[in-house]
């Protein structure tokens, strides 16, 4: 804990008596910052003088027979960690010290402290840095999957969209240093562009309940915070490279921080990774190779009474698209699946070809908060953020380099908020949100736009309070307002416009008819509401029971409103609805834990229904002069997500600890009453670790993932064969097998410099080299999943 | 006096961070309201004229899908039927026909040949077909090719053009593999 102090100093004298008679009186008063009451008890001390004394009753405390000039206060109470104030003495001297002295405050106290949730009755998920660094050569969904509850959707090994209990995409927000991050999240093959090495503190609320960051997270929301920066003048660093045996290659970041006593901090940090073809177990992957750079910097100060950052980070990574995964109709498709081979496979690479795409990010901040006394904190943030992809394709002619894909997305965001905190055990915090962001869409790809340009506007409101009834008792609280407006301007093909059956509800936004195509304008307002309200109950020291009701609005998004064409990655034209509405979920969890030092577990159930639930999914078939495409619509319907999430760990003895983690969610489209499509099948993870602090702190771990076969999907469909000249059954939505993977990990420390500066790990995944197939990789259809990958992690703090 | 100093260079500082996002805002908010242009597809093959000749006798087949694709099915013709017993010499055009005038790829299929291959089934009253082409590495392509026509009936011909296939292949689409550009089938009579 932290307290502040506030210079405020009286000459109670004006008079210039001769500095050297050390006849002055220093008169302090200590007050709690929240409330303004008197503080008793604490310690004063004037260092190196050998006086010392306590605040009485009244917060006050008195010291005589002072020279003038500079000393120094050592001030400290029973439940705080002491301060240092600095404060010159020119005759009797009075001064007015603030503690803060409530417990949570100051994010530096994060450090020492145990899990600090986001919300009080929301379930979560924490990553430990050990777990981050761990996936530091991996993705962002990678790391996440750790986490019970949460899984992913994969375009490959190098694209990984997170899943929070079985909901994906817009509906999960992801917070980059406290930026809503703004990358395009809703396609498929769209993952986050963050780098995990930047940003290490990693948590995730399921659900909607942090309402402060969204009101539209009815997946939830992934959390990624930079680690605090200690208040000390120190300069240290931190460097980590991972060297991987598939796909032959590495990355390497390093961070850089100086920070000052005063608070003052600058941080840089940077990372590579370079990868080749991944293998499979009996075929090498042809184009998967991935380039990823990632650099950011942050200058600040934090004070208890006032702080400031400024903040930019920069992402680009150019991904390979596997080459077979690139099909031209249905008949490829169909071919494809009953292969079960790759038909391209060419020798190993570094080079990444079409198809492949590039996407650069960039997002900047400026931050400023200031604390009240005996009120609270205020916030104010700006962040702009530039989101650049570009989608190759495999073209011919003079257009074989040129984009299929050309997109800018530029957001800008203000938000201010207050958190008034000066009532004990009741915490209100309320906000405001403005956002505009513009959408462009590059025509000179050649290639029809598959997201129109747009502008968007947003703006949030929102309040949500923490109430402590009883010691063992929280409730907590929230509402918020979303309004958001989007005004496109979209091309549509005359014969779409007319089959879609726009041209009799949407006549009115025609701008332009030039013959085979309409130029429309497109303007859409949505007014959501969100809420939650939940309680978390103590029993005993280590049981805790949380219950949250969270009430989520979601207005649809670009693609699931406009999206009109041929998607090659899949064989399947997409097509978006203009008639969409907002979604709106209830979601009830619940989750019983305890946590001894023993053992302990986490019970947590859910029900998420959705009204309106915006699903994509194969609904017909249409013929072209290339041969049958199936038709992939966006469509409402009302969805039901059930789950479970289940931990236990025990801790055998001083060295042997298992941890055993069980998730499940069943999705059902309730006025079908058929299975939801890519909801992840239930998985079973259970490891075994042993350390021994005496073998230089040795961490041996084995680590094993069973993931059962998704028995719950959509029919498949049945497409006209062109080369078969008959119907036949799309064998798209079965799922692949069960499969069992084991990972092996091994870490020790050395003392190079510093005590345990030095941290050398070796991790085995696909330790027995299986081949299996994942239901929720897109690219399950043509190609196994990876085999046998051994890597070597080194980490240096310095 | 320090306080006031303070509270000073806070306000300054808000100040500045207000006017600097506004300042940013109202900069992108200048965004013209210009229309964006029309995106005339390039590339596409939107119609595919094959004829079959034997004796002056022209009978041509084609495919005619405009709106590429949209929800628009290709318009398939069959001009006439062909003789019973009879080898026909037969040569394709592709064309695009969304740019005026019609772009001809039949030309960029000949100049990437060794990238791109015709595969021609025939069934039915159709009952023999023979590549006269082939690429630099003497491949087949089937730009001009021969069909023969068996007895009276009616002959089913499947045309798939594959863009990058393994080449060479056993004739077969399971083998070559590649990306399908061109799949259509005709329905002909043969008299």
Same mark, same amino acid.
């Not at chain 1, 509800?505 to 008819?513: N, Q, R, T, Y």
């Given at each position: 804990m932290k307290y502040n102090v506030i210079l405020l100093f009286v000459c109670l004298w004006g008079s210039i008596s001769t500095a050297q008679e050390c006849k002055s009186i220093l008169l302090g008063e200590i007050i709690d910052f929240h409330n303004n009451t008197p503080l008793t008890g604490a310690t004063v001390i004037i260092t190196g003088k050998n006086k010392q004394t306590v605040s009485n009753n009244q917060g006050k405390f008195r010291f005589e027979k002072l020279c003038d000039g500079i000393l120094e206060l050592e001030v400290s109470h029973p439940e705080c960690t002491s301060e240092f104030i600095t404060l010159t003495i020119n005759g009797d001297t009075y001064k007015k010290i603030l503690l803060e002295h409530h417990l949570e405050e100051l994010d530096e106290v994060k450090v020492t402290g145990a899990i600090a949730n986001n919300t009080s009755s929301a379930q979560e998920g924490r990553l430990s840095l050990k777990e981050v660094e761990k996936y530091s050569g991996n993705s962002l969904g990678d790391a996440l999957k750790t986490l019970t509850g949460v899984s992913s959707l994969n375009t490959g090994a190098n694209i990984v969209k997170p899943v929070i209990q079985g909901l994906m995409g817009s509906r999960v927000l992801i917070l980059n240093n406290n930026v809503r991050m703004q990358d395009m999240e809703w396609g498929e093959e769209h993952a986050p562009n963050v780098d995990i090495n930047a940003n290490q503190d990693i948590s995730v609320v399921k659900g909607a309940a942090a309402l402060e960051y969204g009101g539209d997270a009815i997946g939830g929301v992934i959390i990624m915070n930079p680690l605090p920066i200690i208040r000390t003048d120190s300069l240290f660093g931190k460097t980590q490279t991972n060297l991987f045996s598939n796909g032959r290659g590495g990355n390497i970041t390093t961070s850089l921080t100086k920070s000052y006593n005063s608070g003052f901090y600058i941080k840089g940090q940077g990372s590579f990774k370079q990868l080749g073809d991944l293998e499979t177990p009996n075929y090498l992957l042809t184009n998967t190779g991935i380039q990823e750079k990632g650099a950011s910097i942050s200058i600040g100060k934090r004070d208890f009474l006032q702080g400031y950052e400024a903040y930019y980070s920069f992402f680009d990574s150019d991904i390979g698209i596997l080459r077979a995964s690139h099909i031209g109709n249905v008949d490829d498709l169909i071919q494809s699946i009953n292969s079960q081979q790759p038909n391209s496979i060419n020798d190993f690479s570094y080079i990444i070809e079409q198809p492949n795409q590039e996407v650069t990010h960039h997002l900047g901040k400026l931050n400023y908060y200031r604390r009240f006394e005996g009120l609270g904190k205020l916030n104010v943030q700006y962040d702009f953020q530039e989101n650049r992809r570009l989608e190759y394709d495999v073209r011919v002619g003079a257009d074989a380099n040129k984009a299929s894909l050309d997109l800018s997305l530029t957001t800008h965001s203000i938000s201010t908020d207050f958190r008034f905190d000066s009532k004990d055990g009741l915490e209100v915090k309320t906000g405001l949100l403005g956002r505009y962001q513009i959408n462009f869409a590059n025509p000179d790809t050649g290639v029809r736009r598959l997201i129109p340009d747009y502008n968007k506007y947003d703006f949030g409101v929102f309040g949500v309070a923490e109430y402590k009834l009883k010691d063992n008792l929280m409730l907590d609280m929230g509402i918020r307002y979303d309004f958001s407006r989007i005004d496109a301007k979209k091309f549509y093909r005359v014969s779409r416009w007319d089959e879609r059956g726009y041209d009799e %509800?949407?006549?009115? =936004? =025609?701008?332009? %008819?030039l013959g085979t195509q309409l130029l429309t304008n497109p303007i859409f307002d949505f007014h959501n509401i969100s809420a939650t309200a939940g309680f978390e109950y103590q029993f005993g020291k280590e049981t805790k029971l949380r219950f949250n009701y969270a009430l989520a609005q979601r207005a649809p998004n670009p693609s699931e409103l406009f999206s009109e064409g041929l998607h090659h990655s899949a064989a399947r034209i997409e097509l978006g609805d203009l008639r969409l509405k907002s979604e709106t979920a209830n979601k009830v969890s619940l989750s019983l834990e305890k946590n001894s030092s023993k053992w302990g577990y986490t019970l947590a159930p859910y029900l998420n229904t959705i009204n309106d639930f915006i699903v994509l999914e194969p609904t017909a078939v249409e013929f072209t002069i290339r041969g049958a495409f199936p038709v992939w619509a966006y469509r409402q319907t009302n969805a039901q997500l059930i789950g479970l999430d289940a931990s236990v760990y025990n801790n055998w003895s001083l060295k042997i600890r298992t941890d055993h983690n069980f998730s499940w969610v069943s999705g059902t489209d309730i006025s079908a009453n058929i299975p939801l499509i890519n909801i992840p099948p239930a998985n079973f993870n259970n490891s075994i670790s042993y350390r021994n602090p005496n073998w230089k702190n040795l961490i041996l771990g084995l680590e094993s993932r069973y993931v059962f076969e998704q028995k719950r999907f959509p029919p498949n469909i049945n497409v006209f064969s062109p080369e078969q000249q008959q119907e036949v059954e799309l064998v798209i939505n079965t799922p692949p097998p069960a499969y069992h993977l084991l990972a092996l990990d091994a870490e020790t420390s050395y003392s190079i410099r510093n005590k345990n500066d030095l941290n050398v790990g070796l991790r085995i995944t696909n330790l027995l080299d299986t081949s299996y197939r994942e239901y929720l990789n897109r690219l399950r259809y043509f190609v196994d999943d990876l085999g046998r990958n051994i890597s070597l992690r080194i980490i240096y703090n310095y | 006096m320090k306080t006031i100093k303070r509270v000073q260079k806070q306000t300054k500082m808000k100040t500045t961070l207000i006017l600097l996002s506004l300042g940013l805002m109202t900069l992108s908010c200048s965004n013209d309201d210009d229309n964006p242009v029309a995106v005339d597809e390039e590339e596409v093959i939107t119609t595919m004229n094959i004829s079959l000749t034997a004796a002056g006798n022209t009978v041509t087949l084609s495919s005619q899908d405009l $709106?590429? $694709?949209?929800p628009n099915a290709p318009e398939i013709n069959v001009t006439g039927t062909l003789s019973a017993n009879t080898v026909y010499t037969g040569s394709i055009e592709l064309l695009n026909e969304t740019e005026s005038p019609a772009e001809d790829i039949t030309l960029e299929v000949a100049e990437e040949d060794d990238e791109h291959q015709f595969f021609y089934n025939v069934s039915g009253a159709l009952s023999g077909f023979d590549y006269v082409d082939v690429d630099g590495n003497n491949n087949p392509v089937g730009l001009s090719f021969t069909i023969t026509t068996g007895d009276a009936g009616t002959g089913i011909l499947q045309v798939t053009l594959r863009h990058?296939?393994?080449?060479?292949? $056993?004739?077969?689409l399971a083998d070559a593999g590649g990306e399908t550009d061109i799949a259509q089938s005709f329905s002909i009579g043969v008299e």
């Open positions: %509800d949407f006549s009115a =936004i =025609i701008l332009e %008819d | $709106d590429g $694709d949209g990058e296939p393994k080449k060479p292949n $056993d004739g077969t």
